[in-house]
C-alpha cells in the first residue's frame, strides 16, 4: 500500500462510527487548545477531515497535505520569507508539501497541529524534527495520535497476528491498516529529546471497538467516566507541548517589589604601563 492509499484509507474509515465518534472528540479538544494559542503563523499537517484550526485567530494559517480530493492547492513554493507574508485569509490555505520538507524558513511558525500525521509519515523522526525547525521559540506543537495501548490497539493487534498466521488474510482491520501507530510514553521521550516541554497530555474514545452505531452510542457512558477508572486506556491521545530554547524566557508581567542587586568587582585597569623585559 502506498502513502496516498494509506491517507485515503484513513479518511474513508473515519467516515465509518467509529471514526465520527474519534473525529468529534478530537475536534472538541483541538478547538480548545487552539484557541488560546497567541502568534501569527499556524500549520496544520495532514488530516484535512479535521479543522484543526477553526478555533484559532491567527492571520496567517495553512493546512499542508500530501493528496488533496476536492480540494484548491498551492503548488509547492521555494523557502522564503514571502510565502509567510504573502498569505492572509480568513480560512486555511490548503499547501501541498512533504511534511519532512516544509517550505517554511526556521523560527517562522507560532502552532503546529498533527492530528494522526506522524503515524503515516515515512520518517516520523524527520517529520518531528521538521516541526521543531519552523517552530519559534516557546512555540507550541499540539499532536493526536492512536493509543496502542487501548481496547482498539489490541484488535488492531489481533487481526494483524491472524494476517500473519496466515487466518482471515482478507478480513478487514477495525483501524486503518497503514502506519505506525506511536506510544503515548514514546512520543514524549522523542518530543524530550528535541527540547520540547509537556504542558498537557489526555486520552480519549474509551468506548470498545465495536463497528454499530447503535451499539457505541449504547457505551457512551465510558467516554465519561474512562478518566477516572482507567486513564490510559483511550483510544486516542493527545498532547500539547511547547518548544523550550536555552536562554529565552516567556514575558510576563513585572514584580513590583525591586530587588537589590550586588555590586559587581570593580576591575581597575593599572594607569601606568608594564616595562617589558627584552
Request: proline share 8%; aromatic share 10%.
Amino acid at each position: 500500500m502506498t502513502r496516498d492509499e494509506s491517507i485515503i484509507e484513513l479518511g474513508s474509515w473515519l467516515q465509518t462510527a467509529p471514526g465520527r465518534v474519534l473525529l468529534e472528540w478530537e475536534q472538541d479538544r483541538l478547538d480548545h487548545a487552539v484557541a488560546d494559542a497567541f502568534g501569527f503563523h499556524a500549520l496544520q499537517l495532514g488530516l484535512p477531515e479535521l479543522e484543526g484550526l477553526r478555533a484559532n485567530r491567527m492571520p496567517h494559517r495553512w493546512v499542508a497535505c500530501d493528496a488533496l480530493v476536492g480540494h484548491e492547492v498551492l503548488p509547492l513554493p521555494p523557502p522564503s520569507d514571502e510565502l509567510i507574508a504573502s498569505q492572509l485569509t480568513d480560512a486555511p490555505i490548503a499547501l501541498y508539501c512533504e511534511f519532512d520538507a516544509l517550505p517554511f524558513p526556521e523560527n517562522s511558525i507560532d502552532l503546529v497541529v498533527l492530528p494522526h500525521s506522524l503515524e503515516l509519515a515515512r520518517d516520523p523522526h524527520r517529520t518531528l524534527r521538521e516541526v521543531d525547525r519552523v517552530l519559534v521559540p516557546e512555540g507550541r506543537v499540539v499532536i493526536a495520535g492512536f493509543n496502542p495501548a487501548s481496547l482498539w490497539g489490541l484488535r488492531q493487534r489481533a487481526g494483524r497476528a491472524r494476517r500473519g498466521m496466515g487466518f482471515g488474510r482478507d478480513a478487514p482491520l477495525y483501524l486503518p491498516r497503514a502506519g505506525e501507530f506511536i506510544g503515548y510514553w514514546r512520543l514524549r521521550d522523542w518530543l524530550h529529546l528535541l527540547g520540547f516541554e509537556v504542558e498537557g497530555g489526555r486520552f480519549g474514545c474509551y468506548r470498545p471497538p465495536l463497528m454499530s452505531p447503535t451499539w457505541l452510542e449504547r457505551f457512551g457512558w465510558m467516554d465519561r467516566v474512562g478518566d477516572r477508572w482507567w486513564p490510559v486506556l483511550g483510544a486516542v491521545y493527545f498532547l500539547v507541548a511547547v518548544k523550550r530554547v536555552r536562554g529565552m524566557h516567556r514575558v510576563g508581567l513585572v514584580r513590583h517589589d525591586r530587588r537589590k542587586l550586588k555590586a559587581a568587582p570593580v576591575v581597575i585597569a593599572n594607569r601606568e604601563p608594564a616595562e617589558l623585559e627584552c
